[in-house]
């Protein structure tokens, strides 16, 4: 089979790989029909992401239909069409039992990680009773890539970490998809402002036609002046980091209100620094993250019946042999006016 490999900094290609097949009971095989490309490969591409090595197959998205299960997975069968989630879960382990699928101690983040991932024409999902989800017949495949990673990110990692309230003002730093997906999510919540800072006008005019009050663009104006303003000098009761860079987690700490939550959602690579010299005496709580996937079921519901609607949030298709370029693309976002994109098998 054909898949998108990893060779080190800067390096790919797409090129033939072995086709996985049942390596334990719990596994399935998923023939993959649609996958996409995460912010977080781009983090791999530039080696934030030690975990990944030379000839690893990225990717941890993606809906397909199962072509080969073990003998040990009783919720699905071949044929089905299925949903992957980006966090492999066992579901019973001591983790898993708590609902924090992210340390699963036989899964978590491993697909595209430390495990081959789903930019491929087949993957290999362990324990996948509790890592797929089955797709009702005449849902909308594109969206529900979007089921994957970004929503539940947004939504676990920025919105319910933030704990966003109705009336609250927030501030998300990064208008990427997964700064989209806290917007989108958010608004469950009914926060009363929602600022949205980037650097990108394209990004920033989708986040307003997605619910955002207020766009800052970061080369336009001093954002920490302007979130001042407009908060009469008092900052944000949630700010949520969505870029995984030291100087938006910077940000972050320089606009969040006395009693606000910054949650983080960016994979780091870089060390941080954390004014405790300023915060210490705000009442602040800083939340990390790695998502859980616990609520994918909740949003998938929001989703079906259109109550999230994340189809705007994808603006280009390719076809799955055309990843290079795809990638190329989402990493040129802003020259290229992009989102996610979406590649079909
Ligand atoms: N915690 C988790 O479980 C988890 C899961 C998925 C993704 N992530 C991380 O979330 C982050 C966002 O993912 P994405 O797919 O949206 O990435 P992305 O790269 O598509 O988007 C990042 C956005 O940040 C903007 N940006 C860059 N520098 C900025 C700055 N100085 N100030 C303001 N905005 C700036 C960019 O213009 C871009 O719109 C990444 O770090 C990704 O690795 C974390
Ligand atoms: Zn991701
Ligand atoms: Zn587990």
Request: hydrophobic letters at 40%; a negative charge.
């Amino acid at each position: 089979m054909k898949a998108l490999v990893y060779h080190g900094p800067g390096k790919k290609s797409w090129e033939e790989k072995p086709k996985p097949v049942v390596t334990i009971p719990t596994d399935a095989i998923v023939k993959i029909s649609k996958t996409t490309i995460c912010g977080t490969d781009l983090h791999i591409m530039k080696c934030d992401v030690a975990t990944v090595t030379n000839g690893r197959i990225l990717g941890h998205e993606g809906v397909g239909i199962i072509e080969e299960i073990g003998n040990a997975v009783s919720n699905f069968k071949k044929g089905d069409h299925v949903l992957i989630s980006c966090i492999t879960s066992c579901g019973k382990c001591e983790y898993c039992k708590k609902g924090m699928y992210s340390h699963c101690e036989k899964g978590g983040w491993i697909l595209g990680n430390t495990i081959d991932g789903t930019q491929a024409e087949y993957v290999r999902i362990p324990h996948a009773d509790n890592s797929l989800y089955p797709i009702p017949a005449g849902a909308d495949e594109d969206t529900l890539v979007m089921l994957s990673d970004i929503l539940p990110t947004g939504f676990e990692c920025g919105v319910l970490n933030g704990q966003v309230k109705p009336g609250d003002t927030m501030a998300i730093v990064g208008s990427g998809p997964i700064g989209l997906a806290t917007l989108l999510t958010a608004q469950f919540y009914t926060p009363a402002v929602i600022l949205m800072i980037d650097m990108d006008d394209n990004r920033l005019q989708v986040a307003k036609t997605f619910g955002a009050t207020n766009l800052i663009n970061i080369n336009q104006e001093d954002a920490i002046k302007k979130v001042m303003e407009l908060t009469e000098g008092k900052g944000v009761d949630v700010a949520v980091e969505a870029v995984g860079i030291p100087a938006t987690f910077e940000l972050c700490q320089s606009i969040i209100a006395p009693g606000g939550h910054i949650a983080n959602i960016g994979v780091h690579g870089k060390k941080v620094d954390l004014h405790l010299e300023t915060l210490w005496s705000h009442n602040i709580t800083i939340t990390t993250r790695l998502v859980d996937t616990v609520t994918t079921p909740m949003l998938f519901k929001n989703v079906l019946s259109h109550k999230l609607d994340p189809l705007k949030l994808i603006t280009h298709h390719f076809k799955l042999d055309d990843i290079v370029h795809a990638y190329d693309v989402f990493g040129n976002a802003a020259r290229e006016q992009a989102l996610k994109v979406i590649l079909e098998a």
